[in-house]
């Protein structure tokens, strides 16, 4: 079967070129990753992601949240080579999965400072090519050089320090070995220069392979991606990603935070804020109250929410993006919707000395000036003779 090329969206920079990993798999080969492209990028429906690199610093990075709403969503990430290595090693307990050496360097503390994996490079327009050397590759090159009888464990322990002790946007192998040289014997220099051309390995390259392979090889085996965990992202984070998404339109995308403004401006904007603060008010007040809907309750709610919208099945996934939603996204809203419910029901005894049923009916209607148009309905049917005669001045306006 032919696959889609956004089942598998790969954020990728410096590592591996985009081409070389297209060539070894079909993919949608994005930037490196920021804040808030892994929740754009759930938009493209993608059975996996490989995390492979990111910026830091100057931009915001890529935040775990994200992360974690795509393995929620039922989306597999792999992370390996650079910022997706140090990702996966802070999420591999939630299920996101590491690949390659540097992964597992960071896993086991072997490495620990984010720095390892920095360098310098070129903007989209150049490749990202890489300016500098990071320092995991100075560390596999020493043991390349260590294995291969190149350099002794001082020796290879002395390269190391010495690019640690540069700045990685200066760290350069002609910077680092200017350090060294001079205190190399001659039979070293010449065995270095003669080995290093074809002996040294680009370590972030090998595992950034990896990690598209191994994205690649799971997409192809058409295995259900582990569902990770619900959680409920703090206010902060569900801020953040209203205005960082992005809503399906006909032919492509827009600003969830532009739709967000255009609906500030709409004239039932308060109604409609109003109505969704008083649903999560009233299932917040739930939980604390120590009610819990059930799975069934939960279902219920979404069916006749579908019923309601008369949505077909085969068109609810897509009708749920041009809504801005997801499946988790709509399952946590009718929660709500049953928690709400369950208020409702409770509430004569959750209010004490609160109103019945029917005064809450009735306190409504007066409120919205239904009981008015109700109450002259009544008198008219009564006057048809269809009613009993009413009392009062019911019928007097």
């Known amino acids: 079967m032919k696959r889609r090329a956004d089942e598998l969206v790969v954020f990728l920079g410096p590592s591996l070129p985009e081409e070389e990993a ?19 990028a759930l938009s493209l429906r993608p059975r996996a992601i490989a995390l492979v690199d990111g910026v830091f610093e100057a931009q915001p990075s890529v935040w775990h949240h994200e992360l974690l709403a795509a393995l929620e969503a039922g989306v597999a990430v792999f992370g390996g080579a650079s910022m997706g290595a140090l990702r996966a090693a ?18 086991d503390g072997e490495v620990v400072d ?19 050397v990071p320092l995991v590759n100075v560390r596999h090159v020493a043991e390349r050089a260590r294995a291969a009888r190149v350099l002794t464990r001082n020796a290879a322990t002395a390269l190391v320090e010495a690019a640690e002790a540069l700045f990685y946007q200066e760290r350069t192998w002609p910077r ?13 220099r010449a065995a270095w220069d003669a080995w290093f051309l074809k002996g040294a390995e680009d370590l972030k390259r090998l595992d950034a392979i990896a990690c598209v392979q191994a994205a690649a090889t799971f997409v192809a085996s058409g295995a259900p991606a582990p569902v990770g965990a619900r959680r409920q992202p703090s206010s902060l984070v569900r801020r953040r990603r209203l205005v960082d998404d992005v809503t399906r339109v006909r032919g492509g995308w827009v600003s969830s935070g532009r739709v967000l403004e255009a609906l500030k401006e709409s004239p039932d904007a308060v109604e409609l804020a109003e109505a969704g603060l008083r649903r999560a008010l009233l299932a917040g007040q ?23 919208r008369g949505v077909a099945p085969e068109r609810r996934e897509a009708w749920l993006a041009t809504s801005g939603l997801d499946a988790v996204a709509l399952r946590r809203l009718c929660e709500e919707r049953a928690l709400e419910r369950l208020v409702l ?22 409120l919205r000036g239904r009981w008015a148009r109700v109450a002259r309905a009544v008198a008219r049917d009564a006057a048809d003779g269809t009613e009993e005669e009413p009392t009062g001045d019911v019928g007097s306006d």
């Open 345 to 366: 029901e409770h509430a004569p005894r959750l209010l004490p000395d609160g109103p019945s049923w029917d005064e809450a009916l009735a306190d409504e209607s007066r």
């Open 176 to 188: 680092v070995l200017e350090r060294l040289r001079p205190h190399w014997s001659a039979s070293t």
């Open 22 to 40: 297209r060539r070894l798999a079909p993919c949608t080969v994005l930037p490196p990753a920021r804040q808030g492209d892994v929740w754009r």
């Open 286 to 308: 739930a939980r604390t109250w120590g009610l819990t809907a059930t799975a069934d309750e939960v279902a219920a709610e979404e069916a006749a929410w579908w019923d309601e």
């Open 90 to 107: 802070e999420l591999a307990s939630h299920g996101m999965v590491g690949v390659g050496r540097i992964f597992a360097w960071y896993r």
């Open 114 to 132: 984010d720095s390892e994996v920095a360098l310098l490079h070129a903007d989209a327009e150049h490749g990202w090519r890489p300016l500098t």
